[in-house]
T-cell receptor
């Protein structure tokens, strides 16, 4: 019974490149959340998705960031034309419908050089 | 707009003593609150939660207290153990349309339990 799986664990990108972060939720979970933790800060909500739907993206930057959770396959957080300020730990969490407990993955640490 | 605040960035406690981690919030609409524990290079791990209609929830060595009038909650760990050393995040949760939940996290408190 694998937990929430995120890959890669570490990702290095040059400024202007694209970053793709993947998240496979726990088995049976259809709700996925993405959070970002900047250095010295807490986790900030970015987006909440269900299969094929974005439910709440109020925490997503207006440009360059997008997320999807297709019918098949993992959820993807995509950052286009990365800048140094995008360097952070990105955490994915999943939950059962109506369940208050969200289980987190180990995170992807993005470093933009 | 910091809706959940953890004003103490760090706390040091001796093994066997009580650890008290504090959290304040400004959003009265939170339906529940949670505490997560995080080790370096790992994701947060759920520890304990409390509904907004309760004032106390206990699970083993961990007890969470909620004071709604003061918009304050605290996590008590007793007795504290060296393995409890980690960053503790407080979070407020609200049920979204569709049954999912959105968590708003504080900035965390680094707990160090010393021998």
């Amino acid at each position: 019974n694998a937990g929430v799986m995120q890959n890669p664990r570490h990702l290095v990108r040059r400024r202007g490149q694209e970053a793709r972060l993947r998240c496979s939720p726990m088995k049976g979970h259809s709700h996925v959340y993405w959070y970002r933790q900047l250095p010295e800060e807490g986790l900030k909500f970015m987006v909440y998705l269900q299969k094929e739907n974005i439910i709440d993206e109020s925490g997503m930057p207006k440009e360059r960031f997008s997320a999807e959770f297709p019918k098949e396959g993992p959820s993807i957080l995509r950052i286009q034309q990365v800048v140094r300020g995008d360097s952070a730990a990105y955490f994915c969490a999943s939950s059962l419908q109506g369940n208050t407990e969200a289980f987190f993955g180990q995170g992807t640490r993005l470093t933009v050089v | 707009d910091q809706q959940v605040k953890q004003n103490s960035p760090s706390l040091s406690v001796q093994e066997g003593r009580i650890s008290i981690l504090n959290c304040d919030y400004t959003n009265s609409m939170f339906d529940y609150f949670l505490w997560y524990k995080k080790y370096p290079a790992e994701g947060p791990t759920f520890l304990i939660s409390i509904s907004s209609i309760k004032d106390k929830n206990e699970d083993g060595r961990f007890t969470v207290f909620l004071n709604k009038s003061a918009k304050h909650l605290s996590l008590h760990i007793v007795p504290s153990q060296p393995g409890d050393s980690a960053v503790y995040f407080c979070a407020g949760g609200g049920i979204l349309t569709g049954g999912g939940n959105k968590l708003t996290f504080g900035t965390g408190t680094q707990l160090k339990v010393e021998l």
